[in-house]
């Protein structure tokens, strides 16, 4: 190249001197510099200056946007979010309905082979769709209910049995132990200890009155033909018949008192788990109740409670048939929450129904529901659960009230 350049050079310059040397040099030199960097690649991802974009005339020129690289400060998440989201939010709430559904053939047994297009389910008289579908038994949590003023004979054949109550409730079951009288007293609260359970129904000591006929002659009406006769008093003895025992305390058996705090105590229990209130009673209940019958049923369709009970009688007992409407209020409370009534005054009758109440509570079906073309105006809304199968008992619960309604 230095030799290609002497010859270029004008004729007066071409004479090899020093200096002319040092010029042809830095020349070449300086070529070299601007040809490698001429050829030097861009490199990916380096920004590329976008070309200057002329202003017209009375336009004012656009602000310079910092390049992508800059050091600035980014905006916070929040503003950028609120900067990108630019659309209304709509917040809606669906309400599910669980329903246990229990199924028996004629016989009394129990069905768990049914699939889920077997069922159809009804609130209001509109079918809804099944939203979920399980049939896998449920762990229990459960109220022991135990009527504190039972008649003697009773008394006597349920605390020989109570033990039996154990046997029925595993290990993943949680159990508390009520009784009732006048007022609910909880003898042990929830727990998973199925001996500690045993050991306290063995030792519980139930309350009993008597139900003896005695003869008073000082209230005995007249006596014609050897029959005692009205006195007028609204008195119709039997020769001035009186039941003993029947105190303050034997008639102030409050029933639905006793259901209501069962209830609010499986309240707070978790929706996988299947609630119960398990009651034994001779049925009897006064007027006297703080919470009415439809207050408490009320309250145990919001918490998704069944009730299953066991009557030691089937019908008042003795000299309380005036006062007390129990009886049909625990088949009421049965059948509405989609439990079960049994009925049993032997000891071996009752150590039976003990495993079949709580074999039943925990096979179930379980059907779930979200509410379609409900009667929002309304507060309480029938279901019905019908099988396709012909032949078969169906329990569920009966209706269900909207979450807040009073």
Do not use: W
Not at 31 to 42: F, I, K, N, R, T
Not at 274 to 297: A, P, V
Request: charged letters at 20%.
């Amino acid at each position: 190249m230095y030799e290609q350049l002497v010859q270029n050079a004008p004729n007066g310059a071409k004479r090899d001197t020093p200096m002319t040397r040092i010029i042809l040099s830095s020349a070449i030199v300086l070529l070299l510099c601007v040809s490698a960097h001429a050829q030097q690649p861009v490199q990916p991802g380096t920004p590329q200056a976008a070309p200057a974009t002329p202003v017209q005339p009375g336009q004012t020129a656009p602000p310079s946007k910092p390049p992508q690289n800059s050091q600035a400060a980014p905006p916070s998440s929040t503003a950028a979010a609120q900067q990108a989201d630019t659309r209304k939010r709509i917040i809606s709430r669906t309400e599910l309905v669980i329903v246990p559904v229990t199924v028996k053939n004629r016989d009394g047994q129990l069905l768990g082979d049914l699939q889920r297009d077997e069922f159809r389910i009804f609130s209001d008289g509109v079918e809804q769709q099944i939203v979920l579908f399980d049939s896998q038994p449920y762990p229990l949590s459960a109220v022991i209910l135990l009527d504190n003023d039972l008649a003697e004979k009773e008394a006597e054949q349920v605390k020989k049995s109570l033990d039996a109550i154990a046997g029925g409730f595993g290990a993943n079951d949680e159990v508390a132990l009520v009784t009732y009288a006048e007022f609910p007293e909880t003898v042990s609260d929830f727990s998973f200890n199925n001996d500690a359970l045993f050991t306290a129904l063995k030792r519980l000591d139930l309350s009993s009155h008597s139900t003896t006929i005695i003869n008073d002659p000082t209230t005995a009406g007249p006596i014609i033909n050897g029959q005692t006769q009205p006195d007028g008093t609204g008195t119709t003895g039997q020769g001035g018949a009186q039941v003993r025992g029947f105190g303050k305390a034997a008639i102030h058996n409050s029933l639905d008192d006793a259901v209501y705090a069962a209830g609010q105590m499986l309240k707070g229990r978790g929706r996988d788990r299947r609630k119960i209130i398990f009651l034994i009673t001779d049925g009897s209940n006064t007027h006297n109740n703080q919470h009415s019958f439809n207050e408490t049923l009320h309250s145990l369709l919001l918490a998704d409670v069944s009730l299953f009970a066991i009557s030691v009688t089937h019908q008042s007992p003795i000299g309380r048939s005036i006062i007390q409407h129990g009886t049909a209020e625990v088949d009421k409370y049965a059948a509405a929450t989609g439990g079960d009534t049994f009925y049993a005054a032997k000891e071996n009758e009752l150590s039976r129904l003990y495993s079949a109440v709580t074999e039943q509570a925990r096979n179930v079906y379980t059907i779930t529901f979200a509410p379609q073309e409900a009667d929002r105006s309304k507060d309480y809304h029938t279901i019905e659960v019908r099988v396709r199968r012909p032949e078969l008992d169906v329990t569920a619960r009966q209706g269900y009230f909207q979450a807040g309604s009073r």
